[in-house]
């Protein structure tokens, strides 16, 4: 049997492990197959471009960040017609039997429009999606992406500097985190971290109450900020800072962006143990000649969730990246 490995859309923690054991799995357990990585993610497959993997190229990487094979955003994948024939034909091609991807929600939709372009002209190969992404925001109703609890030890890291410097000279940090239009990364790293108050996408803040929160405070103030909230942090500095000369509110406020430090560096356990376990389970499900799926799971050993790959890119009631009500209450009871 003939595999390929892709990692797709922005790099996270855990897509190393991912590699490691769809390449060990495979080799160890059916030695006649051979298992392929695509060179620079979605590019690679638009240009043929595959290296052969052997169990040596995935020693020592389990726990590293980034994904040895690259990862090269392709903006025009999503509508060029061409390009996503191109692909599948190209899988064809050079006789893959599956597909293995690792990536984010414009991967998933990716994965989607080429499985239906295999299966509408009865071409050979399958595609095995995992959620890969430190935003959280794949198909999130089935736990949680990996690289996403990489991502928060980051942050949380980086949010206890911040609160020594801030409680040390009495000043009011506005923290912006990526995320993109999910705000599970800055709201459980906020969690984490007992921020003091955690702004996420599409809310409604009420500026006035919240300069109040700040003005009884004694020492340090931190505000995550979420990439996808429509204010920047820098917008966000400006109102409260005008708030205070009004209300003749001293505090100092600085701003700072946790951004692309949250989404290198080494794996979280969780991920690299979910991303292992889950490569593992799909190459089995391969080697039983399963049809192309969504998968995830919540720990090794629980039975992985497969999905059809339209079901995870379209059901709504798998897609939602609001954060839930529950967890909204949680966060404030723990304020
Ligand atoms: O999807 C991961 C992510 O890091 C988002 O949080 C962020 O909006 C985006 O990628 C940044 O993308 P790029 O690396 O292309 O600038």
């Not at 996270?12 to 390449?23: C, E, K, L, Q």
């Not at 509508?79 to 599956?98: E, R, V």
Request: charged share 25%; hydrophobic share 40%; with cysteine.
């Amino acid at each position: 049997m003939k595999l390929a490995i892709l990692t797709g859309g922005g790099d996270s923690p855990g897509m190393n492990a991912f590699i490691r054991a769809i390449v060990r799995s495979a080799l160890n357990i059916k030695p006649s197959s051979s298992v392929w990585g695509v060179v620079d993610g979605w590019r690679g497959l638009i240009d043929g471009n595959f290296r052969k993997l052997s169990k040596k190229d995935t020693a020592g990487i389990v726990h590293q960040g980034g994904t040895i094979l690259g990862t090269l955003r392709v903006p025009e994948l999503k509508d060029d017609k061409d390009m996503q024939d191109g692909i599948a034909m190209n899988l064809h091609d050079n006789f893959f039997d599956y597909l293995f991807i690792i990536g984010g929600n414009g991967s998933l939709a990716a994965a989607n429009v080429i499985d239906s372009i295999i299966k509408k002209k009865g071409l050979r190969t399958k595609i095995l999606f995992a959620p890969g992404s430190i935003d959280n925001d794949v198909c999130n109703n089935f736990g949680f992406s990996i690289g996403f609890y990489s991502a928060i030890d980051k942050s949380l890291e980086m949010l206890e500097w911040i609160r020594d410097t801030a409680s040390s000279h009495r000043r009011v940090y506005i923290i912006e985190s990526m995320g993109r239009d999910s705000g599970y990364l800055a709201f459980f790293a906020g969690i984490a971290t007992g921020a003091e108050y955690i702004i996420r996408p599409g809310e409604n803040v009420d500026f006035d109450k919240l300069v109040n929160m700040i003005a009884e405070r004694e020492r340090d103030t931190r505000i995550i900020v979420a990439e996808g909230y429509e204010k920047s942090g820098e917008e966000v500095r400006d109102i409260l800072e005008d708030l205070f000369n009004k209300r003749n509110i001293k505090h100092e406020i600085r701003q700072v962006d946790m951004g692309y430090f949250q989404r290198g560096g080494k794996a979280a356990v969780k991920d690299i143990l979910q991303a292992s376990w889950l490569g593992y389970y799909m190459v089995k499900d391969a080697f039983n000649s399963c049809g192309s799926g969504f998968y995830s799971c919540f720990y090794v050993g629980s039975k992985p969730f497969v999905i059809p790959l339209e079901k995870a890119v379209n059901d709504e009631n798998v897609n939602t990246i609001e954060i839930p009500q529950e967890i909204i209450d949680f966060a404030l009871a723990l304020r």
